[in-house]
C-alpha cells in the first residue's frame, strides 16, 4: 500500500541554523510533491510545489528537492527564526483528471529556539 | 476574500446524536475537498467534488458519512450517528483547476468534533 513518511519525532533547531525536513515514500508514483505549513488550531497552508521532472525549487528562504529515484524530498528553511515553528506536511499528488488529489504524510513538528 | 469558511469552529455532542458540518469554498473554486484530520492518522482525503458533483468518496470511511453540494458555495458533511471513534477535526478545502492537475488546495480553520 501507499506510504508517506515524515520524521514523527519534534525537529529542535537554533535560529539562525538550516532546518531540514525529510519525506519518504513508497508504491507510489506522484506526479508533484507540496509541502504545506499547519499552525496549532488552524488549518495547512500552501509553501511550494515540485512536478516530478524538476529536481530544486526555492522561493526565499525555503528550498525542495525531489528524488524520484529515491523517492524523497527534502525540505529546507534556511536563516531559521522562531517564527517557522510549525508542522510542516508533504503532500504527494497524482494526475486524476484535473484534479489535485493530494496524499498527506503526518507531518514533522518544527521547534526553533533563540 | 475570506477564504474558506467552515462552521462551527468547535461542536461537542453525545455518541448516537447527528452532527453537520458545514463549509463555505472560495467564490471560483471549482474543487471542494473534505479532510478528517487525527493524530495516529493524519490528514485524510474524505470526499472531493468538482463543480458540486462528487467525484471520488472512497475515503469516506462509513455509510454513517455522508456529504453534499447544493450549490457552488456552500457544502455538508453529516455524520449520523455519531460515534466516539470520529471525534477528530474535520477541514474543508477548495481548489481552482488550472488544467495542470496540480493545483494548491486552500483550507479553512477546521471543526474540531468531540463525540462523547
Known amino acids: 500500500s501507499q506510504k508517506i513518511e515524515q520524521n514523527s519525532e519534534a525537529l529542535n533547531i537554533q535560529e539562525g541554523k538550516t532546518a531540514t525536513l525529510t519525506c519518504n515514500y513508497t508504491?507510489?508514483?506522484?506526479?508533484?510533491l507540496q509541502w504545506y505549513r499547519q499552525d496549532p488550531g488552524r488549518g495547512p497552508v500552501f509553501l511550494l510545489l515540485?512536478?516530478?521532472?524538476?529536481k530544486e525549487k526555492r522561493k526565499e528562504r525555503l528550498k525542495v528537492t525531489f528524488d524520484t529515484t529515491l523517492k524523497q524530498s527534502l525540505f529546507h528553511i534556511t536563516a531559521s527564526q522562531p517564527a517557522d515553528s510549525a508542522t510542516y506536511l508533504c503532500?504527494?499528488?497524482?494526475?486524476?483528471?484535473?484534479?489535485?488529489?493530494?496524499?498527506f504524510g503526518t507531518g514533522t513538528r518544527l521547534q526553533v529556539t533563540l | 476574500d475570506a477564504g474558506v469558511i467552515q462552521s462551527p469552529r468547535h461542536e461537542v455532542t453525545e455518541m448516537g446524536q447527528e452532527v453537520t458540518l458545514r463549509c463555505k469554498p472560495i467564490?471560483?473554486?471549482?474543487?471542494l475537498f473534505w479532510y478528517r484530520q487525527t493524530m495516529m492518522r493524519g490528514l485524510e482525503l474524505l470526499i472531493y467534488?468538482?463543480?458540486?458533483?462528487?467525484?471520488?468518496d472512497s475515503g469516506m470511511p462509513e455509510d454513517r458519512f455522508s456529504a453534499k453540494m447544493p450549490n457552488a458555495s456552500f457544502s455538508t458533511l453529516k455524520i449520523q450517528p455519531s460515534e466516539p471513534r470520529d471525534s477528530a477535526v474535520y477541514f474543508c478545502?477548495?481548489?481552482?483547476?488550472?488544467?495542470?492537475?496540480?493545483?494548491?488546495?486552500?483550507f479553512g480553520p477546521g471543526t474540531r468534533l468531540t463525540v462523547l
Open positions: 478545502a477548495s481548489s481552482l483547476a488550472s488544467g495542470g492537475g496540480s493545483d494548491t488546495q486552500y
Open positions: 508504491n507510489y508514483s506522484p506526479a508533484y
Open positions: 515540485i512536478r516530478e521532472n524538476e
Open positions: 503532500a504527494l499528488g497524482s494526475n486524476t483528471g484535473t484534479a489535485s488529489k493530494l496524499t
Open positions: 467564490s471560483g473554486h471549482d474543487y
Open positions: 467534488f468538482n463543480n458540486n458533483v462528487p467525484i471520488d
